[in-house]
């Protein structure tokens, strides 16, 4: 009953988005209004239809209705319920339905706080936004619908083990809220390319979505990135993997756009590059969901594989980025320039941000899909690893971090390099002292990786160094200072926490890059090993037996200098259903780095003698507390709704010479 | 039904909903996107003067930022244009009516018409499946259970005893005849035991009383003397190996010891009876008569072998109307078979016979002349 029910709204949902794409975009042209309106009960009843839809299936999967194929196939009732209903979206289809589910959020979101917008912009959004939605439900309905039934079986098939955990209940669904949030950005800008007129209000609409969907891209690629490091037993926590890739790239899309938008917000400049890179944004999304939910990849996190599927995705990627990027060569000659600036100013270093940033992605993109098109063409499978993107993509982040606390030194229109440099002296100072400690103390390792630090730690404190700028910390009195502080606006406070997180995370990168250890070993009970400084006891392995798993759990008690510090207990689990093995490391969280122990397997013919491995990954945590920092700067920056304004400095000649055109 | 009434009630309300702005009065054209833009430079403005207030600008960069957001405002304001042609406006708000009708009979029929390609109400399942379902998912959870710890510990005869049943009861007769096996061995003979085992085991080849389940048989006649079906089994045990007469005693000693109204007596009589035919068609060296499994055999032997396995076949009838002269459809079948053998001679001795056997019964030779007229025997 009910799971007909969601079915039947899943495909009135379809409708609806038909009649959203058509009725508002016919009234915006027409400049009729009650076919305009149309547009926000529409975007509703799509939010309220697809919410139905998904409770109806997750229903499915919490009773455990195995009449369902989804269901059977993905599901087991012995799986705690936690899983079972994060079971919903770890698989292809249910996946698929979250995606739309989260877009009929954004464009109902458009529909509720759009009451300023103007009538014909708010119209052509959601009828793009729509025109999204009708792509992605014809996909779900006719190519990969969950609610397609199979004679009623008594048990169902179970999900993946290694998709059994905390991690992957939040990662998909932030994930995705960044992956489709972006379509808030690329809606608005068809939608101006369509109206060939870019509104004043048009930034000041685009630029918090594009960072409420940055902030979720933010964490759901940190929390990728920590339940690899501590699921897949490697002991590393970013592989370079074509599936991080695909969520990294459009990461640094989202990040030049959320700059350019700035730009264009506070200086109405950049206007036509922001439209273009806001489309490049969702394009990249829309990439990275082809590239796993088509199945052209084979790794680690491609779970949910369909090929079949892959020409259907493929068909929406050319429609929707073909049908944006013709409109924009057509549409965009016509747009109004925005404003001049000089080289050298605010709009200069964020033209280089997004220039190294854009490169960057580049760069990952020629990486991630190189292979594949050379596998198509010639039929030669090779694999770009991490040397690739070391090599690429590691220098041209250099140049964009030097520069990075530099730029909001700059004053807007027109700045001077030297004065801001002044003022970041402190920094400058703390970074070369880090130089000197880190290459003091770290006898081995690559020598680079002093001065990596030294980069992190010259972001970190460039941030705190503008803070104290801005503020006049020590150029004027205390209560001068404080009142400052504290009337310094949220949006400038989230910039500077979240530049501080790129430090803190760079920082992080290169200790652990640099100096983890590794030691792999085959130990009997009683024996010892040594690795970082602490000493490491082998007790034994005991059976246990989980929910759903059975699981042989080693015991290891740590010390260090003779003083008993913490017991590890990595273990192995073999699931139920389906009889899979995954492995849990037991991790030591010290302020100075993890201590990381994997259980491999028991030597065959050795009484009680085990493979074990175990990594020191010196720092390694600084790199998720750093991009916690980055998506807090990002949330206080958005709670500032306040108008943002930069203000120029004013030339003290004419310097008609010095200015050039935005762009 | 409830369901497709619950369907037209959705559709019917999201329709209203979305529509309702084309029902509602045609609404004079909101501000054009001039005049919106000149509204957001103003809030810019009002901003500004708020940051000089705080503070948090200078006079100077306070006076160079209002200078450039008048600009913008000015050049909005002349921007303020209308669009769309008034005229064509005014006839489209006449079509708001065929509008809405169209909206709503095309998201009907996309909407009913994709439902009915991939909804499935038929493939609800019904409560009875779902509680068979369940059970069978119960008995296989339980089964997993008792299998996980039997790999752990091999020797838990409970563990056995108590996974045996439910193997047989799933089917899974070798794995039953096993288990039980393992509980014998470690928990020793009980009746319960011996009986699954020699149940699974015989229904494991296929309805043979395997040696396996002779022992087990034996045992619990044993143990257990006043059980019925140890004694059955092992008369079904003499009977497959060919000794009919001490099956045929022991059948009928068992008849004789239990009581009317016993469910099994059924069985027991339609063996009685079997094995008493096959008795006699052993004493009179030949089969009871032709089975379908006999006329399957002839069907794949060569002429001369058919001939010879029907005058064998023919033959037995005959003996068999010897000794109970009574049935007419056999007389009737023995000249029919003796006419087309093309024993003349035969037909009209087994006629004249069967004339004798039915004197004083009118039908029956009243058939029996027709027979013979038909045969042209003459009469």
């Given amino acids: ?663 | 039904m409830l369901l497709w009434v619950a369907f037209a009630v959705l559709t019917g309300g999201v329709l209203a909903f979305v529509l309702a702005p084309l029902i509602r009065p045609a609404r004079p054209t909101a501000a054009s996107s001039g005049e919106h833009a000149v509204a957001v430079y103003r809030d810019q403005l009002k901003e500004l003067d708020a940051e000089q207030a705080r503070g948090v600008l200078g006079p100077a960069e306070a006076e160079a930022a209002r200078l450039e957001i008048s600009r913008r405002l000015l050049a909005a304001a002349g921007d303020a244009t209308q669009p769309g042609d008034p005229g064509f406006r005014a006839l489209l708000e006449s079509r708001h009516a065929t509008y809405s009708l169209l909206a709503a009979v095309a998201v009907a029929v996309v909407t009913v018409g994709l439902y009915i390609l991939y909804g499935s109400i038929a493939a609800i399942p019904t409560d009875a499946q779902r509680a068979a379902a369940r059970e069978q998912a119960a008995i296989s959870r339980l089964v997993a259970q008792v299998e996980d710890r039997l790999r752990t510990v091999p020797t838990d005869g409970k563990g056995w005893d108590v996974i045996a049943p439910v193997y047989l009861k799933l089917g899974r007769f070798q794995d039953a005849a096993d288990a039980y096996t393992k509980a014998l061995s470690l928990l020793g003979e009980t009746s319960a035991r011996l009986a699954g085992l020699a149940e699974s085991s015989m229904l494991a080849a296929g309805g043979v009383v395997t040696p396996e389940a002779r022992s087990a048989y034996e045992k619990l006649a044993k143990l257990d003397p006043l059980r019925i079906e140890p004694r059955f089994w092992l008369a079904m045990a003499k009977e497959q190996a060919g000794d009919l007469e001490a099956a045929l005693a022991e059948y009928k000693a068992i008849l004789g010891a239990s009581p009317e109204n016993a469910p099994y007596r059924t069985h027991l009589e339609a063996r009685v009876r079997e094995v008493t035919s096959l008795i006699a068609a052993r004493a009179s060296g030949t089969p009871a008569g032709p089975t379908a499994a006999d006329l399957a055999a002839a069907a794949k032997l060569d002429p001369a072998q058919r001939a010879q396995m029907i005058t064998q076949m023919v033959e037995s009838l005959a003996a068999r109307l010897r000794t109970n002269g009574n049935d007419l459809p056999g007389w009737l079948r023995l000249v029919r078979a003796y006419a087309v053998l093309e024993r003349r001679q035969d037909a009209q001795a087994a006629l004249a016979e069967a004339r004798r056997n039915f004197t004083g019964n009118a039908d029956a030779l009243a058939q029996l002349a027709a027979l013979a007229s038909s045969l042209g025997l003459g009469s």
């Fill in chain 1, 1 to 663: 009953m009910i799971v007909e029910f969601g079915h039947f709204a899943l495909l009135l949902a379809l409708a609806v988005a038909l009649v959203q794409m058509v009725l508002p975009a016919l009234g915006a042209r027409t400049g009729d209004a009650n076919l305009m309106r149309v547009g926000e009960p529409a975007a509703l009843a799509q939010l309220w239809l697809l919410t139905t839809a998904f409770a109806a299936l997750t229903y499915a999967y919490v009773t455990s209705d195995f009449s369902v194929e989804n269901v059977w196939a993905n599901s087991h009732t012995d799986k705690p319920l936690i899983y079972r209903i994060s079971g919903v979206w770890g698989n292809h289809e249910g996946s698929m339905l979250l995606w739309v589910l989260i877009l009929a959020v954004f464009g109902a979101a458009v529909a509720i706080f759009g009451a300023n917008l103007p009538w014909t912009l708010r119209a052509n959004v959601l009828a793009v936004q729509a025109a999204i939605a009708v792509a992605f439900l014809v996909f779900i309905v006719f190519a990969s619908n969950p609610f397609t039934r199979i004679p009623l079986q008594p048990e169902g098939r179970g999900l993946n083990p290694i998709l059994q955990d905390p991690a992957l209940a939040i990662h998909p669904p932030l994930l995705y809220a960044g992956y489709v949030g972006l379509s808030m950005a690329f809606s608005f800008a068809v939608a101006a390319l369509i109206e060939g007129r870019i509104d004043a209000a048009w930034a000041r609409w685009v630029r918090p979505w594009t960072l409420a969907a940055w902030i979720f891209l933010t964490l759901g690629i940190a929390m990728g990135s920590w339940w690899a490091y501590y699921e897949l037993g490697w002991g590393g926590w970013w592989f370079w993997d074509p599936v991080e890739n695909a969520s990294f790239m459009p990461w640094l899309a989202a990040t030049a756009l959320l700059h350019s938008a700035v730009v264009m917000e506070k200086r109405e400049a950049l206007k036509v590059w922001t439209i273009l890179l806001a489309i490049l944004a969702f394009s990249l999304s829309l990439i990275g969901t082809f590239l796993v939910r088509s199945g052209v990849l084979t790794s680690v996190h491609a779970f949910a594989v369909d090929p079949r599927r892959g020409v259907f995705i493929l068909m929406i990627l050319v429609v929707l980025i073909g049908g944006a990027l013709a409109l924009y060569a057509r549409r965009a000659p016509y747009l109004r320039q925005g404003g001049l600036f000089a080289p050298i100013s605010r709009e200069g270093a964020l033209v280089l941000n997004n220039v190294l940033l854009t490169v960057g992605c580049g760069t990952v993109f020629v990486g991630t899909l190189y292979p594949l098109a050379l596998e198509s063409i010639t039929g030669d499978k090779i694999s770009v690893g991490p040397p690739y993107f070391n090599s690429t993509f590691a220098p041209l982040m250099v140049p964009l971090l030097l520069a990075l606390p530099l730029g909001p030194m700059l004053a807007w229109k027109r700045g001077d390099v030297p004065g801001a440099l002044q003022r970041l002296l402190t920094a400058a100072v703390l970074s070369l002292l880090a130089l000197v400690v880190t290459a003091a103390l770290a006898r081995r390792g690559p020598w680079l990786a002093p001065f990596a630090v030294a980069l992190g730690v010259w972001v970190a404190a460039g941030a705190v160094c503008e803070w104290a700028s801005r503020i006049k910390l020590f150029s004027a009195s205390v209560e001068e200072a404080l009142r400052r502080a504290a009337n310094l606006p949220r949006s400038a406070y989230g910039g500077m926490l979240a530049h501080a997180g790129v430090g803190v995370m760079v920082i992080g990168i290169a200790a652990t890059s640099a100096w983890q250890s590794e030691v792999v070993l085959t130990m009997k009970p009683g024996e010892r090993a040594e690795i970082a400084g602490y000493e490491l006891t082998f007790r034994d392995v005991s059976p246990r037996r989980g929910p759903n798993y059975q699981e042989q759990v080693g015991l290891l008690t740590v010390s260090q200098g003779g003083s008993a510090v913490t017991e590890l207990h990595p273990s192995k689990r073999t699931y139920d259903a389906p009889r899979q093995t995954t492995s849990e490391a037991g991790i030591h969280a010290a302020l100075s780095g993890d201590l990381y122990a994997v259980l491999g397997d028991e030597v065959a013919g050795s009484d009680g003698a085990w493979v074990i491995r175990l990594y020191f990954n010196p720092l390694v945590r600084l790199i998720w507390i750093g991009a916690i920092i980055m998506s807090l700067g990002g949330l206080l920056s958005l709670s500032d709704r306040r108008l943002r304004i930069g203000a120029p400095r004013r030339a003290r000649r004419r310097p008609e010479a010095a200015t050039v055109p935005a762009e």
